[in-house]
């Protein structure tokens, strides 16, 4: 969230590593959404992915003591559901004011508007304790979705997510985990890998295969990822590599060749 | 678009890349949204798009021969208007593989149905040769917005947008440009600069500024950008230039230094 994502200055790496961290945690997302620092179109993004009844809605960005941070204004607006000082957010926020003086950063502190806002939430909302920053995260537990507000800076929004949120993640998405296997075809088209792809993705309905040209087609340099979501680990792993032995003998039929891809996260 | 960002294996270089050039080119980007390849998340995103009557609906990415390749037939069922062979494209990528067989890329080739499937679109679509590879872009021009699906090799997005699109963009905007100006705080708290922000932009109607933490808030080190978007590049700097001053004055006046920042790009 934020304009700066709008205009182009700031790449999205926020969104890019919680949907690493999601679907490694066995839950799938399917859809991002960037909004800039407008309370209307905050809160009619939230609107429609409510509609959308996910189990989860991870808002992040725009929790912060100035004018243009909207977020959890956003958030009460789509609630209807005012905003309110949180005494616990209050408590966490004092505290770290309180840290910053004995670690010699700032002289003194004063609760002034800005940093009151830091602690307005809706009455349902429960803060969560910033363990870098200064401005608290929110949860907001609905009947069907949770609502989630992380700070935009990385490490403050990282942190968070991995103390209060990746075990409610990990327990929505049950016993299941996320499989993944890589190998590059070379030496044929994609428009020739990918009736290839069809017919050993039919025959396997627990794997998705997806082809990623390298370069423009001219160039036959295609990587091939095989992914699936198992409760156990050897039957994720029987599946990868039967698909990879499938795939490899019908792409050297045509002519092409196949390497296997080591991962490097 | 496309599975290998919603798993967090892709960074969304391409919406970044674009976002830059439109705001560069002078229109605003409201929103950006990331959904995978799935038919009836590509058309429920556009439609909501639609309904919310920008100027421009830009997809890139799904246009290839591949079954998940599905932005077309996704664009297809959001207008309700069924897929046609159109006869320019199958023109352009039948001359692509002539190419490649002319460059000893490929011996042979025949329009199977992979890759006929690129020249589908709705009747009213208009495709655009692609200078860099095979899959054309696809144009579809309705009464308050244009639709324009690129392909997601970042090359082939840049080279189609570049030759086809920015001037349309720029068509649009009318003679307005976007200008900016960077400056770094440092010895302040956020939380001290947010109050001395919401006094200039009072005072400066037509500049926009957005604060930017560098780290945690504890490290007081604070990037500020001030932006205005203007008819005439003299009124522009004249803005910028005056509200860099009076955020500098305020800034020293609570102990804080400011520095200019140079543009790297």
Redesign the interface.
């Known amino acids: 969230m934020?304009?700066?994502?709008?205009?182009?200055?700031?790449?999205?790496?926020n969104?890019?590593?919680?949907?690493?961290?999601?679907?490694v945690l066995g839950l799938?997302?399917?859809?991002?959404?960037?909004?800039?620092?407008d309370l209307d179109?905050i809160s009619s993004?939230l609107k429609?992915a409510l509609g959308r009844k996910p189990k989860f809605i991870i808002l992040t960005g725009g929790l912060?003591?100035?004018?243009?941070d909207k977020t959890i204004e956003g958030i009460a607006k789509a609630l209807d559901s005012p905003l309110k000082i949180n005494e616990e957010a209050r408590r966490m926020i004092e505290e770290k004011y309180e840290?910053?003086i004995r670690?010699g950063?700032?002289r003194e502190y004063e609760l002034?508007p800005?940093?009151i806002k830091m602690a307005k939430m809706p009455e349902i909302a429960e803060p969560m304790p910033n363990p870098?920053?200064?401005a608290p995260g929110v949860k907001i537990t609905l009947n069907e979705t949770t609502i989630i507000a992380l700070p935009g800076?990385p490490?403050?929004m990282k942190a968070i997510f991995d103390e209060y949120i990746a075990n409610l993640i990990r327990k929505a998405a049950g016993d299941v985990t996320?499989f993944e296997a890589a190998m590059l075809s070379t030496g044929i088209?994609?428009?020739e890998?990918?009736?290839i792809?069809?017919e050993v993705?039919k025959n396997n309905p627990y794997v998705?295969i997806?082809?990623?040209?390298k370069?423009?087609?001219?160039?036959?340099k295609i990587e091939i990822?095989v992914?699936t979501t198992a409760e156990k680990a050897d039957v994720a792993k029987s599946r990868l590599s039967n698909v990879v032995i499938q795939l490899s003998e019908l792409i050297e039929s045509k002519g092409g060749k196949t390497t296997p891809i080591k991962r490097s996260d």
């Open positions: 934020g304009n700066e994502l709008l205009i182009g200055k700031t790449l999205d790496t969104a890019h590593w919680l949907a690493k961290r999601i679907t799938k997302v399917r859809r991002m959404t960037t909004v800039g620092d179109e993004a429609e912060g003591p100035t004018f243009d840290q910053y670690e950063k700032i002034t800005y940093r870098v920053g200064t800076v490490e403050e996320f088209v994609e428009s890998v990918a009736p792809i069809d993705m998705y997806k082809s990623h040209p370069a423009a087609e001219k160039v036959p990822h992914y």
